[in-house]
């Protein structure tokens, strides 16, 4: 997972969390070494709509995070598919809370 502003995030997969029903749950990730969970992202931009499938390096969310904009992509996973998007644009979020459900897609044709 790419986190892209005037820096460079970590890689961000401590984001995906898998339920027993085999569904993954993508909340915040520590953008930063030292992030906390009293430090807040906004969500600017939703780059994936429910029901989409979302390959790895696919441009997902923009988020607002200690003033400057960063660009989150997809981890590198197999492609899977955009359940719900938890958390609207415009919103307010702590470290480590649900953004979006996804579930694996078993065979894409195209996308």
Sequence with gaps: MAAIMTGEAKDGKEAIEINEDGKLIFRVF?????????????????????GDIVHSDDLIVTF??????????????????VLNIVVDEGSTVH???PLIIFEPVQSVASS
Excluded: A, C, Q
């Design 30 to 50: 520590r953008l930063i070494p030292h992030m906390t969970k009293p430090d807040r992202v906004t969500i600017l931009n939703w780059h994936i709509n429910t």
């Design 64 to 81: 607002e995070f200690l003033g400057n904009d960063w660009y989150i992509s997809m981890p590198p996973l197999e492609p899977l598919r």
């Design 95 to 97: 470290l480590h809370d």
